[in-house]
């Protein structure tokens, strides 16, 4: 039975650090943070294997080495001995491993404590909290590494449209006039009135899932590129014909090996593609004034050159360009109506990939045989500087870690 001691490394401790960071003016567009950590897997790892941490970091940048300075593991044994480790970095997937400077014993429980101190980042680490951590206990199991290959995948393909938010594509209405964002990914915003869109483009999301009992036999030992460690489910979407390459990668061995790839269907690729829309119904419920558009000039709508629409009945033109860089090439999923703040900003799915392909729903795109959709925030900004008192009073107790857990 396990003994505390007050004030000791508990989760209500960790969750008095978490405090929003105060968002100020674009800066940087990359973050250098660890945003979370978590232990990747619930089942008994190899004796031989290594502790698979996933994480999530940053923005627009990936972790190096070094990085791995921020991070502090503790794993202690049934006796309350702490077991020396090394810490490693697995870029794709991203995971924190640790690994035992000596096997571990089989048929055991560990006590894992994992502490992470952003602020060695600085004004770097403006996308995180200050300390983030987890604990938990892991179980190990008769040495014996598993096969580097992927667990099976049961694949679904959905079909769905993005709207394009590009300024030729767009109908305003109400002192709204568009303009491209130049802090952020080169989306359409406004700062009043109400913008809708002529134009959608055909995409299709590959929902996949690995087989359970295949992934828990492996340890947690393997991972799939692409997909986050301990997680059953992903999904990837696509903007034209594309397959998802399945590459498997043994956190232990550090070996990776190519599988099958998972390609889209031919009734799937007939969906991509433009597609016209009729704003008018949206125009109508959302505009107190009659609708326009207007020239593009220097990657903004002009206010001198504007034309009431539709323009002889003709719902499916946009805009008109006087420059060669006019409008955007955005392609989003919902768009979010404007505000005072610029709310003509298209709102897309997650995830961070590059490109013109899809999107995956975790940071790590290079599964994907084609290139992602660019719909991640760029649009970076500074913070406050500094912690919570609650954050530093953690670090205090953390870091250190002068006093040890015990057990009884």
Not at 319 to 338: I, K, P, Q, V, Y
């Amino acid at each position: 039975m396990r003994t505390w001691p007050v004030l000791c490394f508990s989760l209500p401790l960790l969750a008095l650090t978490i405090a929003p960071r105060d968002v100020e003016a674009c800066s940087p567009a990359y973050c250098r943070a660890w945003k979370s950590v978590s232990i990747a897997h619930s089942t008994p790892i190899p004796a031989d294997g290594v502790l698979v941490l996933a994480a999530e970091y940053g923005e627009w940048t990936a972790p190096e080495e070094t990085d791995l300075a921020a991070v502090y593991v503790e794993v202690s044994g049934e006796g309350g001995e702490l077991i020396n480790g090394t810490l490693e970095l697995s870029e794709s997937p991203l995971a924190i491993l640790w690994r035992a400077d000596e096997p571990l014993m089989p048929g055991l429980e560990y006590d894992v404590l994992v502490a992470i101190d952003n602020t060695i980042f600085g004004e770097e680490a403006y996308c995180a909290d200050d300390y983030v951590g987890v604990e938990g206990v892991f179980e190990t199991a008769a040495p014996g590494l598993p096969e580097t290959a992927a667990p099976p995948i049961a694949a679904e393909e959905e079909l769905s449209y993005a709207l394009d938010m590009a300024l030729e594509n767009l109908v305003c209405c109400d002192g709204a006039y568009p303009y491209v964002e130049m802090c952020g990914d080169g989306q359409s915003g406004w700062f009043e009135g109400h913008c809708a869109t002529t134009l959608q483009n055909g995409r299709v999301t590959l929902a996949m899932t690995l087989d359970a009992d295949a992934y828990a036999a492996t340890g947690g030992q393997i991972g799939v590129q692409g997909w986050k460690p301990g997680e059953l489910t992903h999904s990837y979407t696509f903007g034209e014909d594309g397959c998802f390459g399945v590459t498997a990668v043994n956190f232990a061995t550090g070996e990776v090996v190519a599988g099958e790839s998972i390609c889209l269907s031919p009734e799937a690729v007939a969906h991509f593609g433009p597609q016209a829309i009729d704003p008018s119904e949206e125009l109508a419920g959302a505009c107190a004034g009659d609708p326009y558009t207007c020239d593009i000039v220097d990657e903004s709508w002009s206010e001198e050159a504007c034309a009431p629409w539709p323009a002889d009945g003709d719902t499916d033109s946009g805009t008109t360009s006087d420059s060669d860089s006019g409008g955007s090439d955005s392609t989003g999923g919902e768009t979010s109506g404007a505000t005072d703040s610029g709310g003509g900003t298209s709102v897309t799915d997650s995830g961070t990939t590059t490109g013109s392909g899809g999107t995956s729903d975790t940071d790590d795109d290079s599964a994907s045989t084609t290139s992602g959709i660019d719909d991640g925030g760029g649009c970076a900004c500074d913070v406050d500087g500094g912690g919570s008192p609650a954050g530093l009073a953690w670090l205090a107790l953390a870091l250190p870690f002068a006093m040890r857990r015990r057990r009884s």
